[in-house]
């Protein structure tokens, strides 16, 4: 009986523990307590720009993504300086732009590594000089599945130098994707980040390792993202993030979360935010991890409907078009 006596007593202490501790942490990660959400700032981050929406069925990398599209209703293509001026009058806060450095040291803005899948071209992109990447119809293999080939002819010469997009003094910042893995794109970007009227310009800068780095590393207050740091960020912070401690490789950076992965972290989303804005890192919400990268964003109503009330971050989609008008009108 002394022994049936002690083990409840005991079990009783541990059960009373395990509950305050859940009741510590529940409270300690809980966003129902922050104050101050009326200050709240929701950004977006347009892909590419305004484009024209791919409806296949391959979401890989490696896939052409010209063919097939939504039906064709406007003449915009992505990464051109129409598309992203667009993005921009459309409530885009940051556009984000795919470059690559061609045999003449000049950067170019286009997203595929080869010219096959949307040009009138062929080879790789950086294998190519400046005035060859210029003379070519950028919408030329661009189908909404009836062979038409809707926007064909009408942007030959649109893909555009990092320096002209510059130059266009548009409204708002631009995230820059390094689609190589060269460390000289990186000291590149850099030396020309060196110019003050240009780092205003830039919100960051992501994709290949040793480019996305060597950048950062060499241009003060550049802060930038890569899928290794991404995963270093967030493994330390799942693993410590409910004490409210955050990790050192969560400083200063850029992370971006995939929308259904959100809710495992401690405090999501406002606790959480707040915490990583404290150690000056934005927070960049993306769409459901599907297979498709960091490309996937939040791109209908229905995945605009679960972003966070008072969301202080940045949304990444692929539909500007859509997505801005209905932040604009929750703001």
């Known amino acids: 009986m002394v022994y049936l006596n ?17 009741a510590g942490l529940w409270f300690g990660n809980s966003s129902l307590f922050v104050s101050g959400l009326e200050r709240h700032e929701t950004r977006l981050i347009a892909h590419r720009g305004v484009n024209q929406v791919y409806t296949g069925s391959d979401r890989s990398n490696d ?5 097939p599209v939504a039906p064709v209703k406007h003449s915009f293509i992505e990464n051109t ?8 009058r459309l409530g885009a806060d940051v556009v984000e732009i795919d470059v690559h450095l061609t ?22 992109t950086n294998e190519k000089n400046l005035a060859t990447l210029q003379s070519l119809d950028v919408g030329y293999w661009i189908d909404d599945g009836t062979e038409a080939y809707p926007l ?3 942007a030959v010469g649109l893909m555009p130098t990092l320096d002209s997009v510059f130059e266009e003094n548009m409204e708002g910042q631009f995230l820059i994707n390094f689609k190589s893995r060269r460390r000289d794109e990186g000291a590149a970007l850099a030396a020309i980040l ?4 240009v780092r205003d310009k830039v919100y960051g800068v ?41 990790p050192e490789s969560c400083h200063n950076t850029i992370v971006l979360i ?4 959100a809710r495992f972290l401690w405090g999501w989303p406002h606790r959480f935010t707040r915490r990583l804005k404290s150690v000056g890192t934005d927070v960049i919400l993306a769409g459901a991890n599907d297979g498709s990268g960091f490309s996937s964003g939040i791109d209908d109503a229905d995945s605009f409907r679960e972003v966070p009330e008072a969301f202080d971050g940045y949304i990444w989609t692929n539909r500007i078009e859509l997505i801005g008008p209905l932040n604009s009108s929750r703001e």
């Not at 060196?194 to 009227?197: K, V």
């Not at 241009?219 to 270093?232: C, I, K, Q, V």
């Open 258 to 261: 995939p929308q259904n992965y």
């Open 206 to 246: 992501y994709g290949g390792q040793r480019p996305t780095r060597i950048a950062i590393e060499a241009t003060p207050d550049l802060r930038g993202f890569d899928r290794s740091s991404l995963e270093a960020c967030l493994i330390r912070y799942l693993a410590l993030g409910w004490s409210g401690y955050v």
């Open 152 to 154: 064909r002819g009408q």
């Open 6 to 22: 002690f083990m409840r007593g005991t079990l009783k202490r541990l059960s009373i523990a395990v509950l305050l501790v859940g």
């Open 103 to 124: 045999t003449d040291s000049v950067f170019v803005v286009f997203h595929d590594w080869t010219l096959d899948c949307r040009t009138d071209g062929t080879g790789v």
């Open 81 to 88: 300086i129409p598309s992203m001026r667009e993005a921009f």
């Open 63 to 67: 896939a052409c993504h010209a063919s």
């Open 194 to 197: 060196e110019r003050s009227e």
